[in-house]
């Protein structure tokens, strides 16, 4: 996921960050949304932060299409031991703090990119992964077709992955986007957009009124029904696309120029990988949340602070961590990488 740090430009490098942070934000507040429907307050207050948050998944993925990824060996062979150091690591300290692991454990810590046996553990590394094999034939592909032939078959994927997909929930195709099909989509879409130069107006605008449309539609029901539903947790959710599109393009328009945020994005991806560890929700972060709100949940203005200072925490810890163990399995992947370049793996599209 990291590219040459004399290409990176800063405004996207500070875009990677923001939605890192949106992300952990978002998994910190949907640990206890659904205990709070009764509290109207605090339930309305995290469930609009939650609708703005849902975005950081599905930009991620139109920041990969837009620029293009590239296949090179080193990145997946980094990643795998970035996940393997992480899924070992944290089982090993789990167990040294008294967790009785399944076989499940030992199974998800040994294969965490393959496995989801326990809570789909990593499921975006393991899509991701996957779009990394396919983008090489994707790139070709839109290279190859016209935009007519293009225009066609975009709007194909589109309507099977947020009309069948979204709308009748069609497991065989997209289901609720937590799938490659649906990283698929958003790829072509983003090289669809930078190829012919797709002009969007007003992008925060964008950003801004699909989420609350996200968030207007499930306070709607939810008050109506009385229990939780949120379409803006399904990944195809047109307008959780829309809103990606619109916060994409709100920090492409900016000129920074930074070498802290270069220097900071690259650790963005282990953040993901420890705070959503199915092991440290359910030994730190759970426990944490239910004390604060357990504490606070009557002052609901002073816990959602809270909850955000908590997020910057468990963010700026893990981006500590991560840099910790880049220095420590840089020189591992350089080795590896070293080893198999005779065999000249990488593929230049």
């Not at 740090?5 to 910190?28: A, G, P, Q, W, Y």
């Not at 998944?57 to 997946?76: E, H, L």
């Not at 970035?82 to 789990?94: C, D, N, P, R, T």
């Not at 002073?302 to 910057?312: A, E, P, T």
Request: proline residues 2%; glycine residues 6%; aromatic residues 14%.
């Amino acid at each position: 996921m990291n590219t040459d740090t004399k290409t990176r430009s800063s405004n996207i490098e500070l875009l990677r960050l923001v939605l890192m942070l949106m992300i952990v934000m978002l998994h910190v507040f949907r640990l206890e949304l659904h205990n709070n429907i009764n509290n109207t307050g605090l339930y309305i207050s995290e469930l609009l932060l939650t609708s703005l948050f849902f975005v950081g998944v599905n930009c991620f993925v139109f920041i990969s299409g837009y620029f293009g990824v590239r296949f090179k060996s080193k990145t997946i062979i980094s990643l795998v031991i970035q996940a393997l150091f992480y899924s070992v690591g944290i089982l090993i300290i789990a167990i040294l703090l008294g967790y009785k692991p399944e076989i499940r454990d030992y199974v998800e810590a040994v294969f965490p990119i393959s496995s989801s046996l326990t809570y789909g553990t990593w499921w975006f590394l393991t899509a991701y992964i996957a779009l990394l094999f396919i983008a090489p034939l994707l790139n070709h592909s839109i290279e190859y077709f016209n935009k007519k032939q293009m225009t066609i078959i975009l709007a194909g994927m589109l309507f099977l992955n947020c009309f069948s997909g979204f709308i009748f929930n069609n497991t065989y195709i997209s289901g609720d986007g937590y799938s490659i099909y649906n990283f698929i989509t958003i790829y072509v879409l983003a090289r669809y957009i930078n190829k012919y130069q797709i002009l969007i107006k007003k992008p925060f605008l964008i950003y801004l009124a699909a989420s609350l449309l996200i968030f207007g539609v499930t306070l709607f029901f939810n008050m109506e029904m009385g229990k939780m539903i949120e379409p803006g947790n399904r990944y195809n959710n047109p307008f959780l696309i829309l809103a990606a599109i619109g916060l994409f393009f709100t920090f492409k328009n900016l000129k920074i120029s930074s070498n802290a945020i270069n220097t900071l994005a690259p650790l963005a991806f282990g953040v993901y990988l420890i705070h959503n560890h199915y092991l440290i929700r359910k030994i730190f972060l759970e426990e944490a949340i239910q004390n604060l709100t357990n504490l606070y949940r009557e002052n609901y203005i002073l816990l959602i602070g809270l909850l955000i200072l908590f997020s910057i925490a468990v963010f700026v810890i893990c981006l500590g961590i991560e840099k910790i163990r880049q220095l420590i399995c840089t020189p591992i992947v350089n080795i590896i990488e070293k080893k198999i370049s005779k065999y000249d793996l990488n593929i230049r599209s």
